[in-house]
């Protein structure tokens, strides 16, 4: 099973202590099933996120940020369940845009705001 929490911060105060404006968890679409074991395995999905007008524009200028967190849990074929988590972050100083998570905005805080909502 997949799930995307997402998350928004104004910058100013996107900290351990910064309350979230917008925040949502939910299981990504097809994630679910059962799938082959192989040597590699991709899976493409889309985390949708609304946007409100001009809000896009403080996401470029880095007035707001949007930390998106994916959580992927799976049974590793000898009955044992594990986890594992991307995170990544709105940056305009990144080249896509977007940078891996770190410093306070780790998945454990991004996970436990989902949980609290």
């Known amino acids: 099973m997949v799930f995307s929490t997402v998350v928004r911060f104004d910058r100013s105060v996107a900290s351990e ?23 590699e395995f991709k899976l493409g999905f889309s985390v949708p996120i609304p946007f409100k007008p001009g809000e896009r524009a403080k996401l470029d200028t880095g007035e707001h940020l949007i930390a998106v967190l994916i959580e992927m849990t799976y049974d590793d074929g000898f009955g044992q369940q594990r986890s594992h988590v991307f995170c990544y972050h709105t940056s305009p100083n990144a080249p896509k845009g977007w940078k891996v998570c770190g410093g306070q905005l780790t998945p454990n805080y991004l996970r436990s705001l989902a949980e609290t909502k």
């Open 17 to 39: 202590t910064a309350t979230p404006f917008y925040v949502k968890k939910q299981p990504l679409p097809d994630s679910a099933g059962e799938y082959p074991a192989m040597k």
